[in-house]
């Protein structure tokens, strides 16, 4: 997830909704690192998760967060390997999808959320008894319509593509079950 923000999303002007967008908003108006608006915003989104999910789901979440933090300074250290990805948004939209839905789809898999929003639409998914993805679509567009202040429309429209994508691969990761392939084939 943190290569797929850092190499497409920061640098494309396609943004994510959620957190992801969120911390991309905030680097944009006021300077300040992923790296650091992720671990704090995340904080306060488990802490809202913490009682519904357990203590071990924290306890992973903090792992994969911190991971994801690091990795990003990390990243921040050298140029973006697509700089010219800005020109083509139709492929910023498709790869940031795959980059955020499969990093985020594994890790809610596991009971576990890079992010603050993951733990959030986790949470809201149980308590509401709805579709994680749906969660993650409120959420996102929320934030889009935020990113309105430095994102031209335009862009916002390949931002709302890859917001309806990368869920739709975090809800197909998250119920992939490959027993039930290996009983079926």
């Given amino acids: 997830m943190a290569f797929g923000l850092y190499n497409v999303h920061s640098v494309s002007g396609v943004t994510e909704g959620g957190l992801l967008g969120a911390e991309l908003l905030l680097e944009h108006w006021f300077l300040i690192s992923p ?3 992720g671990a704090v915003l995340s904080t306060a ?3 809202f998760g913490w009682k519904r999910l357990g203590i071990g789901f924290v306890v992973r979440s903090a792992v994969g967060a911190a991971a994801f933090s690091v990795s990003y300074a990390i990243f921040e250290c050298f140029e973006p390997i697509w700089e010219n990805i800005a020109e083509h948004p139709l492929w910023a939209a498709l790869l940031g999808a795959v980059f955020v839905g499969v990093g985020t789809g594994l890790c809610v ?3 576990a959320a890079i992010c603050g929003d993951d733990a959030l639409a986790m949470t809201v998914s149980e308590m509401l008894k709805i579709k994680v ?7 996102d567009l ?3 319509a935020l990113s309105l202040t430095y994102i ?3 862009r916002i429209a ?3 593509l890859t917001v309806i994508l ?3 691969f975090i809800g197909i990761i998250q119920r992939f079950d490959l027993r039930k392939i290996r009983k079926n084939g």
């Fill in 142 to 144: 929320v934030v889009l």
């Fill in 133 to 139: 993805e749906t969660v993650y679509l409120i959420n």
């Fill in 152 to 154: 031209p429309v335009r």
């Fill in 109 to 111: 898999r596991e009971g």
């Fill in 45 to 47: 989104c488990y802490f």
């Fill in 166 to 168: 990368s869920g739709r």
């Fill in 35 to 37: 790296s650091l608006t």
């Fill in 158 to 160: 390949y931002s709302v």
